[in-house]
């Protein structure tokens, strides 16, 4: 047996122990960094769900399924109408009658306010609006009171004055109680330029007001007829509603003029001078006040109502929490 040099021979390597401290140190940076993830998306998963549930909120509360009576305070409920009355316009019978039996049905509600702001319109959407609120004050025992802008005439007067009371500027313009129908008559101007006109009608009174022949004595008759009957519907919806405090002895006051405010006291057509915060004030005891008026439907009103939401239920967590 050959003889062997211990002192030649190198010794196998033996394996180093495992460093358990930096095992343990990337564990740990391993679960900060999975936790500080998932708090991260825990957050944006939160927002997410806040946000679906304002849409569904927005939605219940577009089709008044609920309302959000988060405070005891009773408030003034604000209803605006501003400018031409129209059917499918930005202000319509519908919008605003929605927005009334919200504003009535409210739990907090103390008492109506409507501010009109408006020239007028159609005589329709003016009359259902009328018997709109007079069904609401029938049903719920609130008070509703008309402020005045710049100017309640026409359609805006026969509005206001299914109020229980009226209130404007000195400066406002108030009355234009009158009816009218507008035409033109074009009777000659395509001859003149060459050009023939051809009409089929089946019943003689089919063409009635047709621009284009001349106006037939009838036919402006039944005309002045159409706008006297909605006028004296007018004019028999205003006295329902002021009654006595009208001065009825001014001949003119039917005639489709218009007064300052300060001549529409003495006329008894509106009952004095005050604003949305006098009346809410004054008349109904209240500060608080509430916008419950649904013409906007534009993707600024649409944000606008979905802030106001999340800020409603904003104020209930706080609430109860």
Known sequence: MPWIDDK???????????????????????????KR???????????????????????????????????????AAIVRIEGPIISGGLTNATDINDALTEAFENGSTAGVILEINSPGGSPVQAGRIYDHIISLKEKHDLSL?????DICASGGYYIASAADHIYVDKASLIGSIGVRMDSFGFTDVLSKIGIERRSFIAGENKGFLDPFLPLSAQHAEHAQLLIGEIHEQF???VKKGRGERLQL?????????????????ELGLVDGLGTTLSVSEANIGVVD?????????????????????????????????
Do not use: C, H
């Open 145 to 149: 009171y008309v402020v005045v802008g």
């Open 37 to 75: 993830k998932s708090r991260q998306w825990g957050g944006v998963l939160k927002l997410i769900i806040l946000f679906y549930i304002g849409i569904i909120l927005l939605s219940f509360s577009s089709l008044r399924l609920i309302d959000f009576p988060f405070s005891d305070k009773s408030i």
């Open 249 to 265: 002895e001014q001949v003119e006051l039917f005639s489709g003029l218009v007064w300052t405010g300060a001549k529409s006291i």
């Open 235 to 237: 004019i028999s919806a």
């Open 289 to 321: 006040t509430k916008d419950f008026t649904r013409t906007d439907e534009s993707m600024g009103g649409w944000v606008r109502r979905l802030s106001t939401t999340f800020n409603d239920v904003a104020i209930f967590f706080n609430t109860i929490l």
């Open 8 to 34: 030649s021979v190198t010794p196998e390597a033996s394996d180093p122990a495992p460093d358990l401290t930096s095992s343990v140190e990337k564990l740990a940076a391993l679960y900060l960094n999975e």
